[in-house]
């Protein structure tokens, strides 16, 4: 990260909100300004830093970096996938009031909100959302483009698969293995390994439909 640098946020909604602050408060960036294909529909004036549709990026690329503010897990990791692999450079931000152990793993693309918590030994892959208060313990792997909602609690030694999306208030109990694409919904408490495409609820949760 870069002070003098300019910080293009792609996704303006309520999501892409929380980076900007998050970005402010980190303090790392002297202009943060939104990418969002809703620029196409509004009046330029609606949200002040929106300067353009998604596709502008490229104009950014050599003076500024970049991250993605969309809350869809597979649109997220498309959107990043297309940004890496046009030289675009990924950020990861993290709140200043998070907790992050020099014991873990945050990879480029990660967001971290406030007063959220990474234990030692834990790794957050490519892309995730950990959101505000959301606490991932010791030893965790949440894979790639995941989704870990404001104050979900993930016990220690849990594996995550990709594009999962813990809803708010979930929670997770030690050492179980979430297969890719986990969905549970607000105030589910999983407590054994889960299957693939599948929506969790309740306490303790139980697969309710499949998501594909
Ligand atoms: C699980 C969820 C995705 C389901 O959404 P949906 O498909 O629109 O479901 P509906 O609201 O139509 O509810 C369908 C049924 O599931 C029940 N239900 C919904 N969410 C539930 C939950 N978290 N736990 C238990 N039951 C739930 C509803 O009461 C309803 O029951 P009924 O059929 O007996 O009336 C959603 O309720 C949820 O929990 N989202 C998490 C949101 C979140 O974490 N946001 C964070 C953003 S940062």
């Known amino acids: 990260m870069n002070k003098n640098k300019t910080l293009v946020i792609i996704g303006a909604g309520g999501h892409g909100r929380v980076v900007e602050d998050c970005a402010e408060s980190i303090g790392c960036y002297n202009n943060i300004i939104f990418l969002d294909d809703c620029f196409e529909n509004t009046s330029p004036n609606a949200q002040k830093n929106l300067v353009g549709p998604i596709k502008n990026w490229h104009q950014y690329r050599d003076t500024a970096d970049f991250i993605v503010a969309i809350g869809n897990n597979k649109l997220r990791a498309s959107l990043l996938q297309q940004l890496a692999s046009d030289s675009c450079f990924i950020s990861t931000l993290i709140h200043p ?111 309710v439909r499949s998501l594909i």
């Open 97 to 207: 009031t998070a907790f992050i152990s020099k014991k873990s793993k945050v990879a480029s693309g990660v967001v971290i909100f406030a007063n959220a918590v990474v234990n030692t030994g834990a790794r957050i892959d490519e892309g995730c959302i950990i959101n505000t208060a959301a606490t991932v313990d010791h030893d965790c792997h949440i894979q790639a483009y995941c989704h870990i909602s404001p104050g979900v609690n993930i016990a220690g030694g849990v594996n995550v698969g990709q594009f999962s999306w813990l809803g708010i208030g979930s929670s997770v109990i030690e050492y179980i293995t979430l297969a890719e694409n986990t969905q549970s919904g607000a105030g589910a408490v999983i407590t054994g390994s889960t299957q693939s495409n599948k929506l969790y609820l309740g306490v303790p949760a139980t697969p």
